[in-house]
Nanobody, 122 residues
Framework: EVQLVESGGGLVQAGESLRLSCAASGFTFEDYEIGWFRQAPGKEREVVSCISISERMTFYGDSVKGRFTISSDNAKNVVYLQMNSLKPEDTAVYYC???????????????WGQGTQVTVSS
C-alpha cells in the first residue's frame, strides 16, 4: 500500500523558512515522480514542485521559483521541500503526491498524503 506522510508544516512570519518532509513507503521509490502541491481556501490545487527520483530532474511552479528547493534522500525514501523567503500568499495546505514515472508535474498524481498546513503571517 502506497503511503505518503507529510510533516514540517507550521506557523511562521513572512521572510522565514520551513522545510517540509514527505516520507514514502509501499512502492519502489526510484520508479516514481514525487510532487508537492498546495491548496489555499477557495482556490484550486496548485503545483509547487516535482522531482523525478531516478533522473533527479526537478520542476517548480512560477510562484515559488528561486525560493523553494525540492530534494530527495533515496536511502530514506524521503522528499524534502525547503521553503525560503516565505510570503503570506504561500499560506495553504501542502500535499505530497506520487505517480509512477514518467509523468508530468500536475495534480493528476495517483497517490496523495493527508497534507500539512503552512501559515505565513505578515
Amino acid at each position: 500500500e502506497v503511503q505518503l506522510v507529510e510533516s514540517g508544516g507550521g506557523l511562521v512570519q513572512a521572510g522565514e523558512s520551513l522545510r517540509l518532509s514527505c516520507a514514502a513507503s509501499g512502492f519502489t521509490f526510484e520508479d516514481y515522480e514525487i510532487g508537492w502541491f498546495r491548496q489555499a481556501p477557495g482556490k484550486e490545487r496548485e503545483v509547487v514542485s516535482c522531482i523525478s527520483i531516478s533522473e533527479r530532474m526537478t520542476f517548480y511552479g512560477d510562484s515559488v521559483k528561486g525560493r523553494f528547493t525540492i530534494s530527495s534522500d533515496n536511502a530514506k525514501n524521503v522528499v524534502y521541500l525547503q521553503m525560503n523567503s516565505l510570503k503570506p500568499e504561500d499560506t495553504a495546505v501542502y500535499y505530497c503526491a506520487a505517480h509512477a514515472g514518467p509523468w508530468p508535474c500536475d495534480p493528476s498524481y495517483d497517490h496523495w498524503g493527508q497534507g500539512t498546513q503552512v501559515t505565513v503571517s505578515s
